[in-house]
């Protein structure tokens, strides 16, 4: 058994030696590295920084080793990250499987799915997206009304989902589709994996406001998906569901943590634009910069704890849900706190003599709204926090007991 101390010096020196200096920065939007069938690198450095994660074993640091994983104990894990954190390496990969699917396979799938999906993960082989939300099934995400029929052997799977993120650029989509219609609408449910190249699917990328297109809406026409891509039990795919949005909640919630392009530093950029501006001397603006770095702080602290108890086993979920609401909330008040400070140096959209982090702020300031709708509105968070976690009786319960 590796000391902890011995383990933290090992891996100092392995980063210090493997993560390129040219990648100890935060991440423009445009080098974001996604794991996936035409994975692409900008540069030598960003080629480099991958194989050597991904011949590590780090691009999922715990799980086993027969899948491609690290093997590493929860102590380990956390000492990888806060050196990774010391160090601001960028990642070496986004891969949305790795956070959200993956543990449910790890979890439910068999030994022959474990062995076919995990394995191309951990080598950055396959990018995947999630199709959940419908047009008519967003909030009332067990509204679906996507249909897979059982056709002997392979499902037929007919209908439509919205804002799949990068769907336009996946190989594989998660999927909740209905098997049976006949009971309540939580029953019937079943998580099925979908070849995003299979014939009879249609993705059409949905503009945003911020000028990118992250969004897809996808068709399926008669799409024929083999059964071994049905993850869990048939019909009885919400409780994965529920699981994999918590996985999804907690990703979010780290989002700011590993450089990623929307982790502006507001302390820093504030005391930039503070330092020669009129608006240095309005005290309730500094109040406010102040109360959000603070938050901000208690935020990481509690991260720390929530990771920590889930390692000793703990049940973390409500707090899960709990961080996302907070998270995507604070980041909001970050941004029009950016835009307050910088002034008409928020207001460019394009060139005129603005330069590209402050373009970045304000089309991250536009990007903040979405943040607080994607992965369970903040509203549906505070439904979620009031019911399961504080125990609250829904307003038409108290109605029947007065």
Not at 80 to 109: D, H, S
Not at 345 to 351: H, N, P
Request: proline share 3%; hydrophobic share 35%.
């Amino acid at each position: 058994m590796v000391d902890k101390g011995e383990f933290r010096a090992e891996v100092r020196s392995w980063l210090e030696e493997n993560c390129p200096m040219s990648l100890r920065t935060p991440t423009p939007d445009d080098e974001l590295v996604w794991g996936g069938s035409d994975i692409a690198f900008k540069t030598q450095d960003q080629r480099q920084w991958f194989e050597r994660m991904r011949d590590k074993g780090w691009f999922c640091p715990n799980w086993p080793t027969e899948y491609g994983g690290g093997g590493l104990s929860a102590e380990q894990e956390t000492i990888l990250e806060q050196e990774i954190r010391r160090l601001g390496c960028r990642p070496a990969q986004i891969n949305l499987g790795i956070w959200m699917l993956g543990p449910v396979v790890l979890k439910y799938g068999t030994e022959e799915q474990k062995q076919r999906i995990l394995t191309p993960m951990t080598k950055g082989e396959v990018r995947w997206c999630q199709g959940f939300s419908e047009p008519n099934a967003g909030s009332d995400l067990a509204n679906i009304r996507t249909t897979a029929k059982d056709e002997g052997d392979h499902y037929v799977v007919n209908g439509a989902k919205i804002w799949t993120s990068y769907g336009n650029k996946s190989d594989w989509m998660y999927a909740l589709v209905r098997t049976d219609s006949s009971g309540s609408k939580h029953h019937g449910i079943s998580l099925l994996l979908i070849d995003m190249h299979a014939p009879g699917v249609t993705v059409s990328p949905i503009d945003l406001i911020s000028g990118k297109s992250t969004f897809c809406e996808v068709h399926f026409d008669e799409v024929k998906v083999a059964k071994n891509n049905l993850i869990g039990e048939l019909h009885l795919g919400w409780s994965l569901a529920k699981q994999l949005l918590q996985h999804e909640r907690a990703a979010m919630s780290k989002f700011g943590e590993f450089s990623l392009p929307t982790h502006y530093d507001l302390l820093a950029l504030s005391k930039d634009y503070l330092s020669d501006s009129p608006t240095a001397a309005n005290a309730g603006l500094k109040a406010r910069i102040t109360a959000a770095d603070m938050d901000e702080h208690a935020y990481g602290l509690t991260v720390q704890r929530m990771t920590e108890e889930a390692r000793l086993g703990l049940d973390v979920n409500g707090t899960m849900s709990i961080m996302k609401l907070v998270h995507t909330e604070q980041e909001k008040i970050k941004f029009e706190l950016l835009l307050d400070v910088m002034g008409y140096r928020a207001l460019g959209w394009q060139g005129d003599g603005i330069s590209e982090q402050e373009l970045g702020v304000t089309r991250a300031w536009l990007n903040s709204f979405t943040q607080t709708i994607a992965g369970g509105s903040s509203e549906i968070q505070l439904n979620v926090i009031a019911k399961r976690i504080l125990n609250l009786p829904d307003a038409g319960s108290a109605d029947k007991q007065q």
